[in-house]
T-cell receptor, first 118, second 113 residues
Framework: EAGVVQSPRYKIIEKKQPVAFWCNPI?????LYWYLQNLGQGPELLIR????????DSQLPKDRFSAERLKGVDSTLKIQPAELGDSAVYLC????????????????FGPGTRLTVL | DQQVKQNSPSLSVQEGRISILNCDYTNSMFDYFLWYKKYPAEGPTFLIS?????DKNEDGRFTVFLNKSAKHLSLHIVPSQPGDSAVYFCAASAWNRDDKIIFGKGTRLHILP
């Protein structure tokens, strides 16, 4: 079974440029997460989807970040415009969504996209 | 305010010995705890979890202990193997609060030959 797929794996851009990350979750997984991981830190949740609905986007900086999961499968996270402080690893994860509790459902992470903003 | 704390950034253990990774938390509402393991250039992978109604959970070489009164949990790996060298993240959640997982900063474990 294929795992969570993310692309690109690495991205280098100049500040003020836009950037987009793509995630394809494990087939059949209803719940999709985007996390931000700064250097030396643990992952921090940005947004959680249940199918196509964003059920927790409280940590997403909405002035410059946006996300979508139009058909309830793959998802895109966008930053526009990027700032120097956005340099980090962006992780996508998915879970079956069968337990009814996102916090106890096992989450499967992709390899992440490492973003460098110059 | 860091709710999940892993105070040891790194730990070195001889192959075959026991590795003990520690984690403290501040939020008494947390009722579910997890450990994730991460290799370089890969995403974290789930290792083991424990509910607050238990004080121990074991899965092969991995055992997690929970001390609710001390707000402390630990992961024991016995015996330690070279493939265990990775970063270990402690995480916690409070289902009846906001239903999301809070991760610690991680501890890098080095297994020495």
């Amino acid at each position: 079974e294929a795992g969570v797929v993310q692309s690109p794996r690495y991205k280098i851009i100049e500040k003020k440029q836009p950037v987009a990350f793509w995630c394809n979750p494990i087939s059949g997984h209803n719940t999709l997460y985007w996390y931000l991981q700064n250097l030396g830190q643990g992952p921090e949740l940005l947004i959680r989807y249940e199918n196509e609905e964003a059920v927790d986007d409280s940590q997403l900086p909405k002035d410059r970040f946006s996300a979508e999961r139009l058909k309830g499968v793959d998802s895109t996270l966008k930053i526009q415009p990027a700032e120097l402080g956005d340099s980090a690893v962006y992780l996508c994860a998915s879970s079956p969504g069968t337990s009814g509790k996102a916090s106890t459902d096992t989450q499967y992470f992709g390899p992440g996209t490492r973003l460098t903003v110059l | 305010d860091q709710q999940v704390k892993q105070n040891s950034p790194s730990l070195s253990v001889q192959e075959g010995r026991i590795s003990i990774l520690n984690c403290d938390y501040t939020n008494s509402m947390f009722d579910y705890f997890l450990w994730y393991k991460k290799y370089p250039a890969e995403g974290p992978t789930f290792l083991i979890s424990i509910s607050s109604i238990k004080d121990k959970n074991e899965d092969g070489r991995f055992t997690v202990f929970l001390n609710k009164s001390a707000k402390h949990l630990s992961l024991h790996i016995v015996p330690s193997q070279p493939g265990d060298s990775a970063v270990y993240f402690c995480a916690a959640s409070a289902w009846n609060r906001d239903d999301k997982i809070i991760f610690g900063k991680g501890t890098r474990l080095h297994i020495l030959p």
